[in-house]
């Protein structure tokens, strides 16, 4: 930095757009960020869910896996 007030000024103002602009960018990559987790928090629920329905012999619906015993006729 120089000793003149004005240059410093000048200086500080250009550094405190900089430090603004990356605030303002940072914001924006952390409200994606925070609705990217809230996406993956209710999957996670949905899944859970999903496997202690399966774990306490829910059927599941008409995708559930076959049973793993044999069919009838053996």
Do not use: C
Not at 20 to 34: H, N
Not at 36 to 41: M, P
Not at 44 to 70: F, K, M, N, V
Request: proline residues 9%.
């Amino acid at each position: 930095m120089t000793d003149n007030p004005q240059a410093r000024l000048t200086e500080l103002e250009s550094r405190l757009a900089h430090h603004e602009r990356v605030s303002e960018d940072m914001s924006a990559v952390i409200a994606e960020q925070g609705k990217a987790i809230d996406g993956l928090t209710l999957q996670l629920r949905r899944l859970t869910e999903r496997i202690a329905e399966l774990e306490a012999g829910g059927t599941g619906g008409p995708h559930a896996p076959p049973d793993d015993q044999p069919p009838p006729h053996y």
